[in-house]
């Protein structure tokens, strides 16, 4: 009797364990690749359901045709949005890269919406892909006109950032240290990548901050995401 109780009490226990798990695995936002979202996106045409989790400010200057501006930190205002959404169709989530995104993705799942799709690197890599986006800026500068800003007998260091990206102001310090440390034979161009989208296809961007790295005409070195200092300065010197 007490063995059928101990085995009883043990598959308690698992059959607990198995349901917070799969609770656990159903807030989290469905994992798709680039092209599949755009797929995604494409097959929940013509009124898909689009929500920008980056501020108000952001989205004005550029947003995702469709899209509606959510303020992740304020709960009121995600529970209003919501509220329009039907949860029988899916929900395509996006930010700078991941971050705010991800937080808002989490949000709708614990909320019974059955499919969450999250932007695999942001409006960041979209604009870097060349898709379209609605604008209140330009498409910045060109490609030839970019060959000229780089043009120097000294290196090149491009930082392709955004003022809004809080990665790329992590970084900001470490970029303007090694250029003052190196004032003789490095130049750095910095270039808001919103505010030159047609420049952030020709360079590929898939994410915020990218660091490229020229001698002359060649790229020698290229970095996505934080650098350190003591590396950035290992690059410079080989």
Not at 109 to 118: G, I, K, L, P, S
Not at 132 to 158: H, Q, R, W
């Amino acid at each position: 009797m007490k063995k059928i109780k101990l085995l009883l009490s043990i598959l308690a226990i698992l059959l607990f364990s198995i349901n917070a798990e799969l609770q656990a695995q159903n807030t989290e936002p469905t994992a798709v690749s680039f092209e599949t979202f755009e797929l995604k996106l494409k097959q929940a045409s013509p009124k898909p359901q689009i929500l920008d989790a980056r501020s108000k400010e952001e989205f004005e200057l550029n947003h995702l045709k469709d899209a509606t501006q959510v303020n992740v930190s304020s709960d009121d205002n995600i529970q209003a949005v919501v509220k329009n959404l039907d949860k029988s169709k899916p929900v395509f989530v996006y930010s700078i890269n991941n971050g705010r995104s991800g937080v808002l993705a989490k949000k709708l799942r614990a909320q019974q919406f059955n499919e969450v799709y999250e932007l695999p690197g942001g409006i960041s890599k979209w604009v870097g892909s060349g898709n379209p986006v609605v604008s209140k800026v330009g498409n910045g500068l060109t490609y030839k006109e970019y060959k000229k800003l780089i043009t120097s007998n000294t290196l090149v260091l491009v930082d392709v950032h955004s003022k809004f990206c809080g990665g790329c102001k992590k970084l900001l310090p470490t970029v303007d240290s090694v250029a003052a440390e190196n004032s003789t034979t490095l130049k750095v161009v910095k270039i808001e990548l919103f505010d030159n989208k047609q420049l952030g296809k020709d360079l590929n961007i898939e994410s915020i901050p990218t660091l490229i790295l020229y001698n002359g005409d060649k790229i020698v070195w290229r970095q996505s995401g934080i650098t350190a200092k003591t590396k950035l300065d290992e690059i410079i010197k080989s």
